[in-house]
């Protein structure tokens, strides 16, 4: 059986986003399950001609975006981030141009799979300001809808996205794959062992999974920092990890630890002796957030803003305190670290999620296409 992916992720086998790391374990998934071939074929701004790299047994050939590499130089752009307007502006054009060049690849592939399209939630934001955002938001409805139309599968990370889905689109058919955690725990007795090297149990643990060098990061970092710097040190404790060392200059609380990078051994054990998740990112960034999905897997309680839960499923024993703004998000932590609300949870032994395998499995998905 030779299938054939899609997706214009730059590099799904780096997991450094949620939304990568949900498209190369379910690749990964596939190609371990399939008897046949598994090719993905993936547009880069990062390579001038086609390359290829195999990883966790999927073979991904990176293609070049042409039409962006060109105007970039023309114009000396270099705005690689996320919401980049001339990325977006000109994704449907390399798309053509990907599309005409695997056309013949496509014929020969017994199952087709493409991932990813642009943020309905940032294009809806936005079409509440013009009318030109509006059209602008019609126009990729109108697409969106046409590529769900055109599949005779759609996969959606959560039981939200798929209800959003069906009022708007009505399409064919669907299923429902979890975002995959990115940090999950063997069994409940490593769980235990690695919340066992927690002995201060008098006053609550946060912790601020900032990865990736980004303006979301970059901001919740801040925003943690300036709130946490003006509260007792006697009084709570907070671990923030990733690229992040240039911010100790802004760390006046001896009680704040920036931990940098660290493996994904430590990330369990932090995980497990803390209290609380916090995601305060008050600005828009596509994908499902790496964090957030992490907090849930250890069933920390969360502190969190409405763009870092959009789309993502909670799970019973999981309490959610909702901030929209820096001021919002300072007054539920020094609540949490003044009052001691927490104490009953802190001692709690929590019901985490164990490492296990997507619901709905890979071989399943290739024998309804068989």
């Keep these: 059986m030779k299938i ?17 790391e949900r498209i190369h374990i379910i690749l990964s998934s596939l190609a371990k399950s399939s008897k046949g071939s598994l090719v993905v074929f993936n547009l880069s701004f990062a390579t001038k ?9 999927v073979l991904y050939v990176s293609l070049p975006r042409k039409l962006y ?3 970039s130089k023309v114009i000396r752009w270099s705005k690689h981030r996320d919401l980049n307007p001339l990325m977006k502006l000109t994704h449907y054009v390399d798309e053509f141009i990907a599309a005409a060049k695997l056309r013949r690849e496509l014929e020969k592939a017994d199952m087709i799979l493409v991932f990813g399209s642009m943020s309905l939630f940032s294009f809806f934001l936005r079409s509440r300001r013009s009318l030109l955002e509006l059209l602008k938001y019609g126009l990729y409805l109108s697409l969106h809808k046409l590529e769900i139309k055109s599949s005779d599968i759609v996969v959606y990370p959560s039981k939200i996205d798929l209800e959003n889905a069906v009022r708007m689109f009505k399409p064919k058919k669907t299923v429902v794959i979890p975002n995959p955690p990115p940090i999950c725990y063997e069994s409940v007795e490593e769980y235990v062992r690695l ?16 990865g990736v060098r980004g303006k979301g990061n970059e901001e919740a970092v801040k925003a943690a920092i300036d709130v946490f710097n003006a509260l007792p040190p006697e009084r709570f404790k907070l671990f923030i990890t990733g690229p992040w060392q240039d911010m100790k200059k802004y760390v006046k609380n001896p009680s704040i630890k920036l931990l940098g990078i660290v493996p994904k051994e430590q990330l369990k054990e932090l995980l497990a002796i803390s209290d609380y998740g916090l995601s305060p990112i008050f600005s828009h960034c596509a994908g499902t957030f790496l964090k957030v999905i992490s907090y849930i897997s250890a069933k920390l309680d969360i502190i969190a803003s409405p763009y870092s839960i959009f789309g993502v499923e909670l799970q019973k024993g999981v309490d959610v305190y909702l901030v929209r703004n820096v001021q919002e998000f300072a007054v539920i932590v020094k609540r949490i670290v003044n009052n001691d609300i927490s104490y009953r949870k802190i001692k709690r032994e929590r019901n985490i999620t164990v490492c296990r395998e997507l619901s709905i499995s890979a071989s399943n998905m290739i024998a309804e296409q068989e």
């Design 69 to 71: 590499l060109s105007l």
């Design 4 to 20: 054939l992916a899609y997706t214009y992720y730059n590099s799904p086998w780096k997991e450094t986003s949620g939304d990568e």
């Design 195 to 210: 919340r066992a090297k927690r002995i201060n149990f008098d006053k609550p643990y946060f912790i601020l999974l900032a």
């Design 49 to 57: 001609s086609a390359s290829s790299s195999k990883h966790d047994g």
